[in-house]
């Protein structure tokens, strides 16, 4: 599908919008993200077109109104839902279409949580509980004449809570397109492509295309079918003539051949591009594009996974759908972030927990080299919360999960479908029926993935989701003490780790010594901890849950264990809610290897030292103690035989990792003054860290993750604080009230310092430092220009940092996600 500029009209006042649709191409499809209204509420008459909507909030979307709010105990999602409001909102959008004559007109909603029922000029187009689902409209029958004003009504029901055990957010938190098209066309997620046969000198692409007819009469159409590589070149085309459209609908079969095709893989993720185009005699129906990644998944029981022919180890993490400070309102710059700091670790798979993406996370992972595992249901029949999806399981199951197999089954990044996440079913029979069905389901839609769902009975006579034999993989979450004895329990079967570790952590917090293991909780029948009194767990990697274990302890196993595919670790970065170890004020997770800030933990360079070929050496803890307190001093390297620390220019030592160990480590009378680790290879220097200890906290450090931006309305510019000393150093237990003041076209999108029990705002213009460090999220406007930002706080002399925001020089919609399908051979 081609880009095309569109003209925006104001009409009506400030929020009637009139697009421009025809003449113009086959396919228009537009964003439809602004210009919208906003009440927190019910209001028995929204859905009215005649309703006055005149006092309620302007707003862009995607919106996630319960970020917005207050942290209280008392909210009904508790704090395992992070602590903050849900309720009921109403949105509502004007707008003006001009003459749609033989032209079909949709709403695609990419998500809306939760209990979403639309309305367009007080007529009902449907209804769907699951707020992680994409779904669409046809608005064609219920538009008034060119020129006149349609109104778009939306209810958003998140009142019925507990609904989670993490935090949701609340309201259309997800992109809104509006999308116009002939009456013959592509249909919604109307292409499959697969490469069945993949070799060095050939690959054989297999399109299937579903045709859409409205026309209420038949209809003979040609469809082309080009593949074009990521410059733009033709490598392969076919054309079938003659296709005969007797009905609503059709699906026509291809077939290409590509010769030396250029592989997908994490490493280097070439993407093709296969372009549709529907023709009836000399019309053009319509255009439509799909991405295409080439690429061979297989797994095997002794050799574990395999990617294009080689072993490859899945070095994956957990991912909830949350961005932090800015809630659920997904963000492709906040989502490109996060696999950036993870691709910087060594990471290489996401597993989408527990529920179905955002599409265009699922384009970055395409475009940045990702594996995904894409999962379904948290829960089926079965409840986990009194008011959460168990209940509307019955009557949508079949359609959410077929919507969810259509709408991603192109990516390449995809390369295993789970239909559920420690389901409870799996404790008795009804597990077996169950399984069956949604793996029929999955399978009947895509043949060419494996399927599996995470795991956490390994008695084989105890699983009634593993019993029935159908899935291609046996994913286990946990237990990691068990793994030697999988391959007797299940021989031949195919492992995968889909969640370990589990530990807890508080980025800068260490408690001593290292080597005492704190299980927080015991046991299932143990109340929270109240293990420290400020709600800190230590990043020494000696906290975990009963369930869990430390990351250590954790990825040891699975690195022991080659018939296990990879790992899981649980999680990538900490989300809102589920604040295990820890009661009120806690209100969002230690799991994470990085913090809700976006700031690594330690854990984070365990992983960076296991998981990369580069060099590593990372020294902890700070080096502010008291005067002959003894410290356990860490350090986590690679590409080196040893480390030598010194305390002053003294050597303490030297230290060598044995088979098993993933660190090495110290214990040192505390000194003040500077802590240097030297690595070496072959008595020759690799890296060097130093650690000094800080003195007074006298200025402000403010970085930018990036200082060119665009003004597109949405761009992000993370900048990072860290209260240092008169001499640079960071001050470790900094706790200074940092203001951030923006000029020019820019504003705050979110604050936040990484600590799990703060109950400050996201959206404020301030933020107290956590140890030293806090986050300001700056986001563009349309208008182009410098951006200042200025941080201060009282008695530090503060920082500015200026950013450049590029104005567009066009209005080209990018590509909508939910027609960028890829396909591969698995």
């Not at 086959?26 to 028995?44: M, N, S, T």
Request: proline residues 6%.
């Amino acid at each position: 599908m081609r880009l095309f500029s569109l003209s925006l009209l104001l009409l009506l006042g400030a929020q009637t919008a009139a697009y421009s649709a025809q003449p113009g191409p086959p396919r228009v499809v537009q964003r439809f993200d602004k210009g919208w209204k906003f009440y927190l509420g019910d209001e028995a008459g929204a859905k009215n077109a005649t309703f006055n909507d005149a006092a309620w909030r302007q707003l862009t979307l995607p919106h996630d109104w319960s970020i917005e709010g207050k942290f209280d105990e008392k909210n009904p999602a508790k704090p395992e839902g992070g602590g903050l409001p849900t309720g009921i909102g109403w949105y509502r959008k004007t707008f003006v279409l001009p003459a749609t004559a033989k032209r079909n007109v949709y709403i695609e909603f990419d998500g809306v949580y939760k209990r979403s029922e639309v309305w367009l000029n007080g007529h009902s187009l449907g209804y769907r509980p699951n707020g992680y689902i994409s779904f669409r409209y046809e608005l064609t029958p219920y538009l008034r004449p060119a020129g006149q004003p349609n109104v778009l009504a939306v209810r958003v029901d998140n009142s019925a809570q507990p609904d989670s055990r993490w935090y949701t957010g609340s309201g259309i938190y997800r992109d809104v397109r509006l999308v116009t098209t002939h009456q013959v066309a592509v249909d919604e997620w109307g292409t499959f492509v697969r490469t069945p046969a993949v070799s060095a000198q050939a690959a054989t692409v297999a399109v299937q295309t579903q045709l859409r007819n409205a026309t209420g009469k038949p209809q003979t159409v040609a469809l082309q079918t080009v593949l074009l590589d990521k410059t733009g070149r033709e490598v392969a085309r076919q054309l079938t003539s003659g296709v005969q459209l007797s009905g609503a609908a059709a699906t026509v079969s291809q077939k290409l051949t590509l010769k030396n095709p250029q592989l997908w893989s994490v490493a280097t993720p070439y993407l093709y591009r296969v372009k549709t185009t529907v023709l009836a005699g000399k019309t053009l129906e319509d255009e439509y594009e799909t991405p295409l990644g080439v690429r061979t998944c297989v797994f095997d029981s002794q050799r574990g996974f395999l990617l294009n022919g080689q072993p490859l180890r899945i070095q994956g993490v957990n991912q909830h759908h949350d961005l932090g400070a800015l809630g659920a309102a997904f963000n492709e710059r906040a989502a490109e972030r996060q696999l950036q700091l993870l691709r910087a670790m060594g990471c290489n798979a996401i597993r989408m927990s527990h529920n179905p993406p955002a599409p265009q996370l699922l384009d970055l992972c395409d475009r940045l080299g990702f594996l995904v595992l894409d999962e379904a249901f948290d829960m089926w029949q079965k409840k986990k919360n009194s008011q959460d999806y168990h209940l509307d399981f019955k009557q949508w199951h079949q359609r959410d999960l077929a919507d969810q197999i259509r709408r991603d089954r192109n990516h390449p990044s995809i390369f295993l479908w789970s239909i559920g996440n420690e389901i409870r079913e799996q404790f008795d029979s009804t597990g077996v029926r169950l399984t069956q069905e949604l793996t029929a389901i999955v399978k009947r839609l895509d043949p060419t993935r494996p399927v599996t769902s995470a795991l956490t009975e390994q008695e084989p006579d105890k699983n009634f989701i593993a019993k029935p034999g159908v899935l291609d993989v046996l994913s286990f979450n946990y237990k990691h003490a068990e793994y030697p004895e999988l391959p007797k329990r299940f021989p031949g079967q195919h492992f995968l780790a889909t969640e370990i570790a589990a530990a807890f952590e508080t980025r800068g917090h260490y408690d001593l010594p290292s080597d005492s293991l704190r299980i927080w909780p015991k046991d299932g029948k143990s109340k929270l901890t109240t293990g420290n009194a400020d709600f800190t767990a230590s990043s020494y990697d000696h906290a975990a849950p009963y369930w869990g274990a430390t990351h250590e302890a954790a990825w040891r196993a699975v690195r022991n264990s080659p018939f296990i595919s990879g790992a899981f670790v649980w999680s990538g970065f900490d989300y809102l809610g589920e604040p295990l170890p820890y009661p009120w004020p806690a209100r969002s997770s230690y799991f994470g290897v990085i913090d809700l800030a976006g700031f690594p933990k330690d854990a984070y360079y365990l992983y960076q030292s296991e998981w990369t070929t580069r060099p590593v050496l990372h020294l902890l803890p700070h080096w502010n103690w008291k005067p002959g307190q003894t410290v356990d001093v860490w350090a986590y390297y690679s590409q080196a035989d040893e480390v030598e620390l010194f305390l002053n220019g003294k050597s303490l030592g030297v230290k060598k990792k044995g088979a098993d160990d993933l660190h090495v480590m110290w214990r040192v009378p505390y000194a003040a003054g500077t802590l240097q680790a030297v690595s070496r290879r072959a008595g020759q220097t690799v890296l060097t860290r130093t650690v000094k200890t800080a003195g007074p906290a006298a200025k402000i450090e403010l970085t930018a993750d990036r200082q060119q931006l665009q003004a597109s309305g949405k761009d992000l510019s993370f900048l990072t604080v860290r209260v240092l000393d008169a001499a640079g150093n960071l001050v470790p237990d900094a706790a200074n009230l940092v203001k951030f003041a923006v000029s020019g076209p820019g504003f705050v999108a979110g604050v936040d310092n990484g600590y799990q029990a703060s109950m400050e705002s996201f959206k404020a213009p301030e933020r107290k430092a956590y140890n030293g460090m806090a986050l300001a999220i700056v986001q563009t406007t349309e208008k182009g220009g410098a951006i200042t930002v200025r941080a201060t706080a009282e008695g530090l002399a503060g920082a500015t940092v200026t950013l450049n925001s590029a104005a567009q020089t066009g209005h080209l919609t990018p590509q909508p996600p939910l027609q960028k399908r890829g396909g591969a051979k698995r």
